[in-house]
């Protein structure tokens, strides 16, 4: 029965990975670089507000600006009915868009801004329909207290931006969703008495470094905003689980491989004392986060590269499926970061972290079938050795015994003392 449980289960993650891949891949991509005929580039007839109030036409997209306030304009009388919603990059900008003087959406604020909590690459999409009938003015207010780049805007009508968003929900929760999952699974597994002693630490930090990523995951998407959650939280939720990334890695990886331990425990003893001292120093209000992340940047990194090393050196000495899905999944893993980051240092508005997401996802349902694998193994060892005690107590006491006195002492051994108590 338990066999075929984690058969169905195996089944689901592979399902769940199959639908993130391929809502990836197949629901259009929302991007002005990307046209399909619903998406548009909207960077033209745009008025520049200065801080007297004297108005200029704005021609600056993509070059770096002046910090401060920065208020652009547009005619909604100059847009198609059908091309109701818009799409732009908030990049370590609050932003408020107005129609006329009705606010319909706002990310992030001044105090954000101060105590520099703002993510660095945001993307926004804002169905200005919602607005007020009688509007004829689109205003946007970006504040920022750096120099800062208004990227160009795109504008496309509200079914294919929420075709956008079913993708990136779908790539965002799944695996939060196999977390859960497996956390689950893990509960029953161990309630049951014939595995109770069979689970290891590995499937613990399994869970915690699953947690972490999906925190971090949809901390740094469109979600949380979308059901209301101040972007000031959710910057904050995102610093903190990246922070912490470093010490649930190096955690896994130490249960994970049976080399270089002690370096794990020392790269993980500076992940928490950076995830301490950052946190220190911003609530001290003496660096913020968002100027300080550099030492969380290079330990990642540098815990990336080490557990590299750790795969490899694994697999060269042990020959067997734990250590071929351990080595393929964190390849994956491995390449799918330096793609992530690569895309984000070549061009930052075209950069998203879903190839990340399906890199992560494939690492851990790898790992996670390891571990049912290895669980399902544990097992049938058990299941062998109490067939053969079983059998041997039939040979020795079947020409003694009748067979139901037998029976009885195979299925309650504590009531004849044969556990050895006496």
């Known amino acids: 029965m338990r066999v075929k449980i984690q058969k169905t289960?195996?089944?689901?993650?592979?399902?769940?990975?199959?639908?993130?891949?391929?809502?990836a891949v197949v629901t259009p991509a929302f991007d002005s670089r990307t046209?399909?005929?619903?998406?548009?580039?909207?960077?033209?007839?745009?008025?520049?507000?200065?801080?007297?109030?004297?108005?200029?036409?704005?021609?600056?997209?993509?070059?770096?600006?002046?910090?401060?306030?920065i208020m652009l304009l547009h005619s909604l009388d100059s847009i198609s009915s059908e091309l109701n919603s818009i799409g732009f990059y908030n990049y370590y900008s609050a932003v408020d868009v107005?129609?006329?003087?009705?606010?319909?959406?706002s990310y992030g604020s001044l105090e954000d801004i101060q105590n520099g909590v703002l993510l660095g690459n945001y993307y926004s999409?804002?169905?200005?329909?919602?607005?007020?009938?009688?509007?004829?003015?689109?205003?946007?207010?970006?504040?920022?207290?750096?120099?800062?780049?208004?990227?160009?805007?795109?504008?496309?009508?509200?079914?294919?931006?929420?075709?956008?968003?079913?993708?990136?929900?779908?790539?965002?929760?799944?695996?939060?969703?196999?977390?859960?999952?497996?956390?689950?699974?893990?509960?029953?597994?161990?309630?049951?008495?014939t595995t109770k002693d069979l689970l290891s630490r590995t499937q613990l930090w399994l869970i915690a470094f699953s947690f972490n990523i999906s925190i971090w995951i949809i901390a740094d998407s469109q979600l949380p905003m979308d059901i209301g959650i101040p972007a000031g939280s959710v910057c904050l939720l995102s610093f903190e689980a990246y922070m912490l990334l470093p010490t649930v890695f190096n955690m896994l990886m130490y249960y994970s491989c049976t080399k270089f331990r002690q370096i794990n425990r020392i790269f993980c003893g500076l992940g928490f004392a950076n995830f301490l001292i950052?946190?220190?120093l911003n609530y001290a209000g003496i660096v913020k986060f968002i100027n300080s992340l550099a030492s969380t940047h290079i330990i990642i990194f540098a815990s990336l590269v080490l557990g590299l090393v750790q795969v490899i050196v694994e697999r060269m000495h042990r020959k067997d499926w734990y250590t071929l899905d351990l080595i393929i999944g964190y390849s994956i893993f491995f390449i799918s970061v330096l793609i992530q980051y690569a895309?984000?240092?070549?061009?930052?508005?075209?950069?998203?972290?879903?190839?990340?997401?399906?890199g992560a996802i494939i690492f851990v349902i790898l790992q996670i079938a390891n571990v049912l694998r290895n669980v399902n193994n544990r097992i049938y060892q058990v299941t062998v050795q109490l067939e053969m005690r079983n059998k041997v107590l039939e040979q020795t006491f079947g020409s003694f015994l009748p067979n139901e006195m037998i029976q009885s002492i195979i299925e309650a051994p504590d009531e004849f003392g044969t556990k050895g108590d006496t």
């Open 9 to 23: 289960i195996l089944w689901i993650f592979a399902t769940a990975v199959a639908l993130s891949i391929l809502a």
């Open 35 to 69: 046209t399909n005929g619903l998406n548009y580039d909207f960077s033209s007839g745009w008025k520049y507000v200065d801080s007297k109030g004297n108005i200029s036409d704005f021609n600056q997209f993509g070059t770096t600006i002046d910090s401060g306030r």
């Open 98 to 105: 107005f129609i006329d003087q009705e606010l319909i959406y």
């Open 125 to 193: 999409m804002v169905n200005i329909y919602n607005g007020p009938d009688t509007g004829n003015t689109l205003r946007l207010v970006f504040r920022n207290i750096d120099p800062q780049t208004i990227y160009p805007f795109d504008i496309g009508n509200g079914p294919t931006l929420e075709m956008v968003m079913i993708r990136e929900y779908i790539s965002t929760l799944i695996l939060p969703i196999i977390t859960i999952l497996f956390f689950v699974v893990t509960i029953i597994i161990v309630t049951k008495r």
């Open 278 to 280: 950052l946190n220190f």
């Open 343 to 358: 895309n984000f240092a070549v061009n930052p508005t075209a950069s998203n972290s879903q190839i990340l997401q399906i």
